[in-house]
């Protein structure tokens, strides 16, 4: 008899140690789903973000950052310094009219003007960067709840209401890539029309050349992207 109390306890114990490794391996894999969750969300809201910043012209960003250098205080000038020079007001897009148009108005030296273009060319490779790289996080979190949720369907276990909420939330996603494109293929417009100003006469290769080669590659990555969320809907 004491043999058989022995086993029967040793045996609730084991029970016991069971059941609570199981709910510790369920509350771990909750746990870990609404990380995932959020780190989703957080990235959807990256993108939104970043999507809004791409739409951002070029000759806004060169604007803004004159006003800032100069200040708002000072009277349109021809040239360089930032006490005679180019000062931005409410008006002054309507002033520049075009990114071209305001490197030129702001510097009459090719040199400057080169100086700025690569400034401008490097801030808007760095945005476009971060941009590229929101996008691939949402598309792996997209692709990944989605082929989940087509997977259960398939099964006969999922939640067609769950489906169509993600499928949706896919299209808007598509939709923020797409803002954030066609940002970059109107920065890639500015800047193209702006590599005259870096061209001595005669010249037909432009310092830049390098740099707007790599503007292309960018667009061409988030056009992927782009397309790849969209085969996955």
């Not at 309507?94 to 071209?100: K, R, S």
């Amino acid at each position: 008899m004491a043999g058989r109390s022995h086993y029967t306890g040793l045996s609730a114990v084991l029970l016991s140690v069971s059941l609570v490794l199981s709910a510790c391996d369920d509350t771990s894999q909750s746990a870990s789903q609404a990380v995932s969750t959020d780190s989703a969300s957080q990235a959807e809201a990256d993108l939104a973000k970043q999507a809004a910043a791409m739409q951002k012209t070029i000759l806004e960003g060169a604007l803004a950052g004159a006003a800032v250098g100069t200040g708002f205080g000072l009277a349109l000038g021809g040239d360089d310094s930032a006490g005679t020079g180019f000062t931005i007001g409410l008006g002054g897009g309507a002033l520049a009219g075009t990114y071209v148009a305001f490197v030129q108005r702001k510097y009459a030296n090719k040199e400057k003007r080169l100086k700025q273009i690569k400034s401008d060319l490097d801030r808007n490779a760095a945005e476009m960067q971060t941009t590229l790289n929101v996008m691939n996080q949402v598309l792996a979190a997209q692709q990944a709840e989605l082929a989940e949720l087509k997977g259960r369907a398939a099964a006969g276990t999922g939640d067609p209401a769950a489906l169509q909420q993600e499928v949706a939330q896919a299209n808007e996603n598509l939709s923020q890539m797409q803002l954030a494109i066609d940002g970059s293929v109107k920065r890639q417009a500015e800047f193209n029309e702006a590599r005259s100003l870096t061209l001595a006469r005669g010249q037909t290769a432009s310092p830049i050349d390098g740099d707007l080669a790599a503007l292309s590659d960018r667009i061409t990555q988030m056009r992927d992207v782009a397309s790849d969320l969209a085969s996955s809907i």
